[in-house]
C-alpha cells in the first residue's frame, strides 16, 4: 500500500461485467460531495494496475469472462474481490440466465466480500468498501490473495441507517471526521 497517499486507503478497479446499471449509479453516489468517499480513503481508478481491489458489477455475462479474468490478473497483490449486488453474488434478476456465468464466484473465484442489494444503497457500498480496506490491513494478506474463510462467511453487509435530507453521512455514523 505505499503507492497511497492516505495511510489507510482502496483504490479500486470497477468492471461492469453485464449489469443493468443500477448498482452503477449508486457506486456512482458515492463519488459526489454527499458521501464523499476520497474522504475516507476510497477511491474508483482508471488502470488495473494502481488498484488495490477490484469491484464487480453484473452477473458475468459470457462475453465478459475473459475482459474480466484479465482484469483480475493484472491487480498487484495483495488484491481483493468485490462482489457488488445480488448479480455479482449469482443472486439477482439474471440468476440461472442464458450467457451468464453466476456471478464472481461462477466465473472466477469467491470474492472477498459480497455487497447484497438489488441495487445495494451508497452507504452499504461504502459500509463494505471500508470492510475490504481494513482488510488490506491484515499482514497474512500480504502473502495470500485468497479470501480468507471468515470474509467468505460475511455475505451480507448490514444496512446502515439512511440519512434524512437534513442530515450528512456523517451525522448517522457513515465515517469519522
Given at each position: 500500500m505505499g503507492h497511497h497517499s492516505h495511510s489507510r486507503s482502496l483504490q479500486c478497479r470497477h468492471v461492469d461485467a453485464g449489469s443493468c446499471n443500477g448498482c452503477e449509479q449508486e457506486l456512482n453516489a458515492l463519488t459526489g460531495s454527499f458521501?464523499?468517499?476520497?474522504?475516507?480513503?476510497?477511491?474508483i481508478v482508471a488502470s488495473p494496475r494502481h488498484a488495490d481491489a477490484l469491484i464487480v458489477t453484473g452477473p458475468v455475462s459470457d462475453t465478459m469472462m475473459t475482459p474480466l479474468r484479465a482484469v483480475w490478473a493484472a491487480l498487484p497483490r495483495p488484491k481483493r474481490l468485490v462482489a457488488l449486488g445480488d448479480c455479482a453474488a449469482g443472486y439477482g434478476v439474471f440468476q440461472g440466465a442464458y450467457a451468464t456465468r453466476g456471478g464472481v464466484e461462477g466465473s472466477m473465484r469467491?470474492?472477498?466480500v459480497v455487497i447484497r442489494g438489488c441495487p445495494p444503497t451508497p452507504a452499504e457500498i461504502l459500509q463494505g468498501l471500508t470492510a475490504v480496506m481494513?482488510?488490506?490491513?491484515?499482514p497474512s494478506s500480504f502473502i495470500d490473495s485468497q479470501p480468507s474463510a471468515d470474509l467468505v462467511e460475511a455475505r451480507?453487509?448490514?444496512?446502515l441507517e439512511q440519512p434524512r435530507g437534513d442530515q450528512t453521512p456523517a451525522d448517522v455514523g457513515e465515517r469519522e471526521i
Open positions: 458521501y464523499d468517499m476520497q474522504h475516507v480513503g476510497l477511491d469467491p470474492p472477498d481494513d482488510t488490506l490491513l491484515e451480507r453487509i448490514p444496512p
